[in-house]
């Protein structure tokens, strides 16, 4: 945005014109965005999209390092053979 031409250091209508202005602008373009994403959110949960984060272990080899847990391997070792974080399989309820 240009500055204008004319000294505005104290107060003047100009300015506190031209920064309202600005805000508004900026809110309104802000609202838009949010509703065109609630839209387009909207539209893929209809066409069956799913959200989130992927799985890092399908349902069976979550049963499988379930098992082996109960069983007292060391999590570390479960961790390794499906190529995941310790932590991961800690997770596993």
């Known amino acids: 945005m240009r500055r204008p031409r004319y000294n505005c250091d104290e107060w003047c209508w100009a300015t506190e014109y031209t920064t309202m202005q600005q805000a508004q602008l900026g809110m309104f373009f802000c609202r838009r965005g949010a509703a065109r994403t609630d839209e387009g959110r909207k539209r893929a949960q209809q066409r069956g999209v799913k959200f989130g984060r992927k799985l890092n272990l399908t349902p069976h080899q979550r049963q499988?390092?379930?098992a082996r847990r109960?069983?007292?391997?060391?999590?570390v070792d479960i961790a390794r053979s499906y190529a995941v974080a310790h932590s991961t399989i800690s997770r596993l309820a």
């Open 64 to 66: 499988e390092a379930l």
């Open 70 to 75: 109960a069983a007292g391997e060391a999590l």
